[in-house]
């Protein structure tokens, strides 16, 4: 059973993480995949993308909202796993929170999911 402070939660989360894709890009241009010619434009659009969603959570377009955040994580999982690889990409971050982010998605995606 989800609640609507979980809702709230979850568009906050989405707001700032999207925001943070604007206020820190190195943090992400350093774990977006090689294949990715303008990594700059992958993580502006990402982070919009983050936020435009948080907002559609708040919405009567809340299931539309929430899907777009399930194909959000899953088209950004491929950025995970490659900073699990680059052994976090010169950053400190305990190799063991890089395998744990992994499943985290599926939670994620669960989450969402309860709002579609």
């Avoid at 709230?8 to 190195?26: D, Q």
């Amino acid at each position: 059973m989800t609640s609507s402070i979980d809702l709230y939660i979850m568009a906050l989360l989405y707001t700032l993480a999207g925001i943070n894709h604007f206020v820190r890009p190195k943090f992400y241009l350093r774990i977006i995949p090689p294949i990715f010619k303008n990594k700059a434009l992958v993580n502006q659009l990402s982070g919009a993308a983050e936020i435009l969603l948080a907002i559609g959570l708040l919405t009567p377009y809340q299931s539309y909202a929430a899907w777009g955040i399930i194909l959000l994580l899953i088209a950004v999982f491929p950025a995970n796993v490659y900073h699990l690889q680059q052994h976090g990409a010169g950053m400190r971050i305990p190799m063991w929170l890089l395998w744990l982010r992994l499943p985290l998605q599926l939670v994620l995606i669960g989450w969402a999911y309860n709002y579609t």
